[in-house]
């Protein structure tokens, strides 16, 4: 997914590009905004996090785009691509580093597993948008 912040700041095609630079295929994309009952779906397993609700606010700001991908190896090259989620630590050249503004507004997020990713993009997508 990109986020509001990046959006925002006009990085969709740049980071597409490193995405697919990387060798990711496009399987499905759109270009949407969460509600705030979507936010909290998709977060829910940060509800008892003190940065939920500001999470879910920022989620909420502005469109996205959320995707999904593939490739061998998906998840684990998304999230070396991508950097850590400081991106004041993430590795020169990742998606963080390049794009984020701060911690919070990050300008990507990636699944943590095979299985979340499968859960992620059920979420964001009916099996008619995947190609």
């Known amino acids: 997914m990109i986020k509001p912040d990046a959006v ?4 969709i095609g740049a980071i597409l590009e490193k995405i697919t630079s990387a060798g990711f295929k496009i399987a499905a ?3 949407t905004q969460l509600s705030k009952r979507d936010a909290q779906e998709f977060y829910a397993i940060h509800k008892e996090r003190p940065f939920y609700g500001e999470l879910v606010a920022f989620m909420t700001s502005g469109p996205i785009v959320s995707a999904i991908l593939e490739k061998e190896n998906a998840v684990e ?5 991508i950097g850590a989620t400081n991106p004041e630590e ?3 050249g990742t998606i963080r580093r390049l794009f984020a503004t ?5 300008a990507v997020h990636g699944s943590d597993s095979d299985e ?3 859960i992620e993009g059920a979420f964001h997508f009916s ?5």
């Open 127 to 131: 099996g008619r948008e995947i190609y």
């Open 77 to 81: 090259d998304f999230r070396a691509l």
């Open 90 to 92: 993430a590795a020169e």
């Open 116 to 118: 979340n990713a499968a």
């Open 8 to 11: 925002r700041n006009g990085h």
């Open 102 to 106: 701060d911690i919070t507004e990050n």
């Open 29 to 31: 994309m759109k270009y």
